[in-house]
């Protein structure tokens, strides 16, 4: 279920909903296939959908000064797309959200939001609170960005995203550390 894996994730209580809740909570979402690759959502569009992702993992990107792709965040399973800025304000998005691998991924509208809100009225304020979790999640990493040098924040990101490490390009980790592929290649060959 849905509800239950996205709790998980967050470390809330499972408790937080019964059954019947959570399987009201599934129906309200659309079970998508999305092949490696794909965009969700391109900068500067407004995004039409919030996407959780079931099993899979996306990369938040955008192009830097230097027009090189540079990798802010990835979601992992059993979270919420980043993109879903843009479509809680509707507004248009400030970078792109692609596919790493093949994934499955769930989504829901506008309206089917308002919807679920209405039939599970508990949701909305689990979801701030997710928001608040997730806002405090960026803050963190600009933080640690700054404490600890890329060594140390790749010791982090193996702990955080364990096996799911292994599916992400080395560039592209390379990318959200801010270091060279050279420089992620030489980190690697000291910690392994």
Not at 45 to 67: M, P
Not at 105 to 126: D, F, S
Request: glycine share 4%; hydrophobic share 40%; aromatic share 14%.
């Amino acid at each position: 279920m849905l509800l239950e894996k996205l709790l998980k994730e967050f470390n809330f209580s499972t408790n937080t909903f019964n059954l019947e809740e959570s399987k009201l909570f599934d129906q309200y979402f659309e079970r998508i296939l999305v092949s490696k690759g794909t965009f969700l959502i391109k900068e500067g569009e407004t995004e039409r959908y919030s996407y959780f992702v079931f099993d899979g993992i996306l990369r938040c990107w955008l192009l830097n000064h230097k027009g090189e792709e540079q990798i802010f965040w990835f979601c992992k399973e059993g979270t919420f797309s980043m993109s879903n800025i843009s479509f809680t304000l509707q507004t248009r998005s400030a970078f792109n959200v692609q596919t790493v691998v093949d994934s499955v991924i769930y989504r829901i509208g506008k309206k089917q939001v308002n919807e679920l809100y209405t039939a599970i009225p508990k949701v909305k304020t689990v979801f701030e609170d997710l928001n608040a979790i997730l806002l405090n999640k960026l803050l963190e990493r600009n933080i640690d960005l700054i404490k600890y040098s890329p060594e140390q924040y790749y010791l982090q990101m193996i702990e955080e995203y364990g096996i799911t490490l292994n599916y992400i390009p080395l560039k592209d980790i390379a990318s959200f550390l801010g270091i060279t592929p050279q420089a992620l290649s030489r980190i690697r060959k000291r910690i392994f």
